[in-house]
């Protein structure tokens, strides 16, 4: 009797342990190509690297410059659509949750999240470059923006569901008009989860590539044109990291290490927000 | 604005049909069964490309689920809270977020020379790049989408149901075993289903790692540790290549088929989600 106990007890510890190393096991992934990228990248920044074009191979220096301002382009032109519309969006399927429209609505937000960023490259490429018969940015742009449109409106809905209902009852019982109500009421209630919603659909689209292939290509030269082709952070890798020339390998990890820096210090923000306000996303 | 959003969804889904539309005339149903695809003979089937995408995101899937299930009962069960827990739990969403153009970039220098080492000792071509290469890489990727899952899922387990199973004498496993896991098991799977959604769609990363052919290789070695190709990476590669009508439309079927298959997945784990949570 005691002997079976034992084995079962053993068996537990065994499988607790097992649980243990599997779960810890795959931060160290996470860890290695973290600290490989910051090894290999952070000898490459400096202000000349952040200033200046690519050089072509064989001249010592170059930079990212075209990439860094493409980028900080691209992802803020699709921010100014896209956020608008995301949190009028996601305040309508807060705010009217049993209508048809909202349903449908809810249902596309599911499909859009599911949709290959290399989908959405396609139908931007068909719909705004082969028409206008030239690659560019703001085709780039709008493909970004349709990435980051459901997560800004998930974030919104869930946030303001949250909110308790006694606070829009009591300003609606104060005699203020519903626009006001959600306004001044509801969305400055909302604002922490809102914002950390629009921040990590930033941080995702800034190392979108897939959607960039055929919509804003890249550019070796620097270029604030937004109906030309323009380079990006991720392209930029994609294009060097391919290429067989050490000086681009480098120029890769420089570019890799800028975009892992974006995207880290976005996430950890947005960490800190919500852990200060007590949001779930 | 509901409305904008309906309109963007079924303009995406008009737009991929209608491109396709050559490319289905010409091709018609043998296009997933042909196995030749030669664009400069205008001669295309994506059959090859459909078992390099299935095989890639289930040898990716097999890899990643014993790891998204221990850290969701891990995070769910063992360690629901305290600063470890919420260490491991940030880690795992940063997984998530790092860009998989990293992660491609990564693998292609420091895991191919590894996997090229392993292979030249097992006796197979070291090609470095392929299958096994572009698998990994992706099981690493999509842990976070059924983990994070998983851990809410499984805090969820009502703790009466718990409760009574120790009242029995149940050991921590056994009520793991016999509790949490029948309990949870719908939701996990749904969790998984996220995972396969996104592996079948993933790019940049198994486009830098796969090795692009557009061959079927004969054996099942060349076939896990060769190289191959799925159906995003040939889009990547060969969109802005496509000169001619055909050869675009033919790729464009590929997205819409692409298109299909994730949204049905993804459509599906949702569904059982919001079913499991209101029950």
């Not at chain 1, 976005?266 to 949001?279: E, F, H, Q």
């Not at chain 2, 392929?130 to 851990?151: H, K, Q």
């Not at chain 2, 540790?225 to 464009?252: C, K, R, W």
């Given at each position: 009797m005691?002997?079976?106990?034992?084995?079962?007890?053993?068996k537990?510890?065994?499988?607790k342990?097992?649980?243990?190393?599997?779960?810890?096991?795959?931060?160290l992934?996470?860890?290695?190509?973290?600290?490989?990228?910051?090894?290999?990248?952070?000898?490459?920044?400096?202000w000349?690297?952040?200033?200046?074009?690519?050089?072509?191979?064989?001249?010592?220096?170059?930079?990212?410059?075209?990439?860094?301002?493409?980028?900080?382009?691209?992802?803020?032109?699709?921010?100014?659509v896209?956020?608008?519309?995301?949190?009028?969006?996601?305040?309508?399927?807060s705010?009217?949750?049993?209508?048809k429209?909202?349903?449908?609505s809810?249902?596309?937000?599911?499909?859009?999240?599911?949709?290959?960023s290399?989908?959405?490259?396609?139908?931007?490429?068909?719909?705004?470059?082969?028409?206008?018969?030239t690659?560019?940015?703001?085709?780039?742009?709008?493909a970004?923006a349709?990435?980051?449109?459901?997560?800004?409106?998930?974030?919104?809905?869930?946030?303001?569901?949250?909110?308790p209902?006694?606070?829009?009852?009591?300003?609606?019982?104060?005699?203020v008009?519903?626009?006001?109500?959600?306004?001044?009421?509801?969305?400055?209630?909302?604002?922490?989860?809102?914002?950390?919603?629009?921040?990590?659909?930033?941080?995702?689209?800034?190392?979108?590539?897939?959607?960039?292939?055929f919509?804003?290509?890249?550019?070796?030269?620097?270029?604030?044109?937004?109906?030309?082709?323009?380079?990006?952070?991720?392209?930029?890798?994609?294009?060097?990291?391919t290429?067989?020339?050490?000086?681009?390998?480098?120029?890769?990890?420089?570019?890799?290490?800028i975009?892992?820096?974006?995207?880290?210090?976005?996430?950890?923000?947005?960490?800190?927000?919500?852990?200060?306000?007590?949001?779930?996303? | 604005m509901?409305v904008?959003?309906?309109?963007?969804?079924?303009?995406?889904?008009?737009?991929?049909?209608?491109?396709s539309?050559?490319?289905v005339?010409?091709?018609?149903?043998?296009?997933?069964?042909?196995?030749?695809?030669?664009?400069?003979?205008?001669?295309?089937?994506?059959?090859?490309?459909?078992?390099?995408?299935?095989?890639?995101s289930?040898?990716?899937?097999?890899?990643?689920?014993?790891?998204?299930y221990?850290?969701?009962?891990y995070l769910?069960?063992?360690n629901?809270?305290?600063w470890l827990?919420?260490?491991l739990k940030?880690?795992?969403?940063?997984?998530?977020a790092?860009?998989?153009?990293?992660?491609?970039?990564?693998?292609l220098?420091v895991?191919?020379?590894?996997?090229?080492?392993?292979e030249?000792?097992?006796?197979?071509?070291?090609?470095?790049i392929?299958?096994?290469?572009?698998s990994?890489?992706?099981?690493?990727?999509?842990?976070?989408?059924?983990?994070?899952?998983?851990?809410?899922?499984?805090?969820?387990?009502?703790?009466?149901?718990?409760?009574?199973?120790y009242?029995?004498?149940?050991t921590?496993?056994?009520?793991?075993?016999?509790?949490?896991?029948?309990y949870?098991?719908?939701?996990l799977?749904?969790?998984?289903?996220?995972s396969?959604?996104?592996?079948?769609?993933?790019?940049?990363?198994?486009?830098?790692?796969?090795?692009?052919?557009?061959?079927?290789?004969?054996?099942?070695?060349?076939?896990?540790?060769?190289?191959s190709n799925?159906?995003?990476?040939?889009?990547a590669?060969?969109?802005t290549?496509?000169?001619h009508?055909?050869?675009?439309?033919a790729?464009?079927?590929?997205?819409l088929?692409?298109?299909?298959?994730?949204v049905?997945?993804?459509?599906?784990?949702k569904?059982?989600?919001?079913?499991?949570?209101?029950?």
């Amino acid at each position: 009797m005691d002997a079976r106990i034992g084995i079962r007890n053993t068996k537990s510890t065994l499988f607790k342990g097992l649980i243990i190393f599997l779960a810890f096991l795959i931060t160290l992934p996470l860890i290695v190509v973290l600290l490989y990228i910051i090894k290999q990248g952070v000898t490459q920044v400096n202000w000349h690297f952040l200033t200046n074009v690519p050089k072509p191979v064989g001249e010592p220096g170059g930079g990212i410059a075209n990439a860094l301002v493409g980028s900080l382009l691209m992802v803020g032109m699709a921010s100014i659509v896209a956020i608008p519309v995301g949190i009028l969006a996601g305040i309508y399927l807060s705010e009217n949750p049993h209508t048809k429209l909202a349903y449908w609505s809810g249902l596309c937000v599911d499909v859009l999240q599911g949709v290959p960023s290399i989908v959405i490259g396609i139908v931007v490429y068909l719909w705004i470059v082969k028409p206008l018969g030239t690659f560019s940015a703001i085709a780039g742009s709008c493909a970004l923006a349709i990435m980051m449109l459901p997560i800004v409106i998930r974030s919104t809905e869930q946030t303001l569901r949250l909110l308790p209902p006694s606070l829009k009852e009591a300003a609606l019982s104060l005699g203020v008009p519903y626009h006001r109500v959600i306004i001044k009421v509801i969305v400055p209630c909302g604002f922490a989860g809102i914002l950390s919603g629009i921040m990590l659909s930033v941080a995702r689209i800034i190392g979108e590539t897939a959607p960039l292939l055929f919509t804003a290509l890249g550019n070796s030269y620097l270029s604030y044109a937004v109906t030309k082709p323009m380079e990006s952070l991720p392209h930029v890798i994609y294009t060097y990291a391919t290429s067989p020339y050490d000086d681009w390998h480098n120029l890769a990890w420089g570019a890799s290490f800028i975009l892992l820096m974006f995207v880290l210090i976005l996430n950890i923000t947005t960490k800190l927000i919500t852990r200060k306000w007590n949001i779930q996303l | 604005m509901g409305v904008v959003l309906v309109l963007i969804v079924v303009g995406i889904l008009i737009t991929l049909i209608k491109e396709s539309i050559p490319s289905v005339k010409s091709s018609g149903f043998g296009y997933l069964w042909s196995k030749v695809w030669d664009p400069v003979q205008n001669i295309y089937g994506a059959y090859p490309f459909l078992i390099g995408t299935l095989l890639t995101s289930f040898i990716a899937l097999i890899l990643s689920i014993p790891f998204s299930y221990a850290v969701s009962i891990y995070l769910g069960e063992y360690n629901p809270k305290g600063w470890l827990s919420n260490l491991l739990k940030n880690s795992i969403e940063l997984i998530a977020a790092v860009p998989s153009i990293i992660y491609g970039f990564w693998g292609l220098f420091v895991l191919v020379p590894i996997i090229r080492q392993i292979e030249t000792k097992i006796g197979v071509a070291p090609y470095g790049i392929g299958v096994l290469t572009a698998s990994l890489v992706l099981a690493v990727m999509i842990i976070p989408y059924a983990a994070s899952l998983g851990i809410t899922l499984i805090r969820m387990v009502p703790s009466a149901l718990k409760e009574g199973a120790y009242a029995l004498g149940a050991t921590r496993f056994e009520v793991i075993r016999s509790v949490v896991m029948p309990y949870t098991r719908t939701g996990l799977f749904a969790g998984v289903l996220l995972s396969l959604g996104r592996a079948l769609g993933e790019t940049m990363a198994v486009t830098m790692l796969i090795g692009n052919t557009p061959t079927l290789a004969h054996n099942f070695k060349d076939l896990i540790f060769g190289p191959s190709n799925t159906m995003a990476s040939v889009i990547a590669n060969e969109f802005t290549e496509a000169d001619h009508e055909q050869y675009l439309s033919a790729l464009v079927e590929l997205g819409l088929v692409l298109f299909f298959v994730t949204v049905v997945i993804n459509l599906i784990g949702k569904r059982i989600i919001t079913r499991f949570t209101n029950n």
